[in-house]
């Protein structure tokens, strides 16, 4: 039985996307990755790649989806350990540091996503972002946290904490993730960012509310 033959379904295209995230885990901007290097790193030949994706840009939305996934877990686990209101941005910020830590290639790949050359990329990733904002958002009616905003300022609010956490992100990357010391103040000045945020917020009068 050939190589071919041995591979079950998927298996090349799990491989591509692995290589892609293993070449900006080691410092490669993904906007500067071609077919034949990420084909190399896969350990494949470079006609396969065309048969899991059209190009690179569609090998990064995928990666996107993926990056989703990983966001949603994140929120799944914030949800089900953030239970006091007033532990609610410490936690979520600590589970947040956490991923970014054991998912350093995907996080790394949306930071170079956000201001990167693709603009399919690009979009996919602040598409996540309104996602993330949007279910924030939700989490906070469900808690009763901020009833006297309208639907409208709260959506604002929470799409500054989303965009205040994918800034400290680029903070968090350029230290080593040994580095318990940094790492602890970047997870210490961003709950204080957000800490600001919703003093800000609950201080807010929303027109018409």
């Known amino acids: 039985m050939t190589e071919r033959q041995r591979r079950k379904p998927g298996e090349t295209r799990e491989k591509l996307m692995g290589a892609a995230l293993a070449l900006v885990g080691k410092g490669r901007h993904f906007a500067s990755l071609g077919i034949r290097e990420v084909t190399r790193q896969a350990g494949v030949v470079p006609t396969s790649f065309y048969r899991h994706f059209r190009n690179m840009d569609d090998l990064g939305l995928q990666l996107v989806d993926e990056l989703g996934l990983v966001l949603r877990r994140m929120m799944r686990e914030a949800r089900a350990n953030v ?6 941005i410490e936690e979520s910020v600590g589970i947040f540091v956490a991923h970014a830590q054991s998912n350093r290639s995907f996080f790394l790949f949306m930071a170079q996503g956000l201001a990167g050359e693709s603009r399919a990329v690009q979009e996919g990733i602040r598409s996540e972002m309104r996602f993330f904002a ?10 009763r946290l901020m009833d006297h905003l309208t639907d409208a300022d709260l ?12 800034f400290s992100l680029t903070d968090l990357l350029s230290v080593s993730p040994d580095d318990d010391y ?7 000045r961003t709950t204080r960012f957000l800490q600001m945020i919703f003093v800000g917020a609950s201080h807010w009068q929303s027109d018409g509310a």
């Open 134 to 143: 949007s279910e924030l958002a939700n989490d906070l009616r469900r808690l």
């Open 182 to 188: 940094q790492v602890g103040q970047i997870r210490k």
């Open 155 to 166: 959506e604002l609010t929470c799409d500054l904490v989303v965009r205040t956490v994918a």
């Open 83 to 88: 239970l006091q209101s007033d532990k609610l």
